[in-house]
């Protein structure tokens, strides 16, 4: 009896375990490419400077040029594409988040910088942060899911 | 911690390492020659060091080093130079700043190159994590 009582205990501490791992990922995977997408006004549309850390939009081109999958399979496109995918996002999974392709050929320009342009670097300045959105969230998970 | 010392540190490493090539600093005037390197910094927010916060304060960042050659002499230029600034970083290494370090826990990162109205250029991302020991 006892043995099956901490049987029992064992598998639902594993299991608690497991929804925090789970939703540490699935918030911290959220948190991360939600700020690298974020978009703000395009120098063609009369913005000043680049703004590093956004989206430049003038016709939206770029910014709806994402592809977002998970294990290469699901695979969602648009703007607001990492949304749909992120609740599906468990501990492990292997998922990736991509700007550019045929419609936007421009994206690595715009990201990085020309001549004529400083960078935007919207997927480096989110992705440098992920440590500490992952602390905050193991955080917020440890005071939060019982 | 002082966030300027972390900056011009790195700087200075890539500036000792005599590469040979005009480098562009940070807010300065951009020169037009080839080859040539193109700094700029990416930091994150600071966090505490521990769960339960503590008096360790640590961000991470990189160094941007766009590596600008001539586009249409072929990549091999840039790919060297990338390498070379690369090496400069490796992987396990350490600065010392006033009160902390700054540690170099995985390899640069060399993206690939694209070419840019006369220029072909190559990302190479040196990420850090600088703390307070």
Redesign the interface.
Known sequence: METKEFSADVDAWIAKSQRRLDLVARRSTGDVIGRAARRTMGITRGAKNAK?GFIPVDLSTLSKSLVSTIHGGIRQEGADSHRLIIGKVKSGDVISFMWGGPAASYA??VH?????M??W?WI??AV?????IV??N??WV?NNVK | MNTNEVKALLQKALYDAALGVDIDWPNSPRSAVWPRIEVSHISSERTSGTLKGSEVIRYSGVMSAIIVTQAASGAVSGDVLADQVAAIFPEGSRIAITGGEIAFNRPADIRDGYNDDGDWRVPVMIGYSAMTT
């Open positions: 590093p690595r320009h990085y910088g020309t001549k004529h400083d960078g670097f480096d300045r440098v942060n992920w440590q500490a602390r905050r193991a955080i440890r």
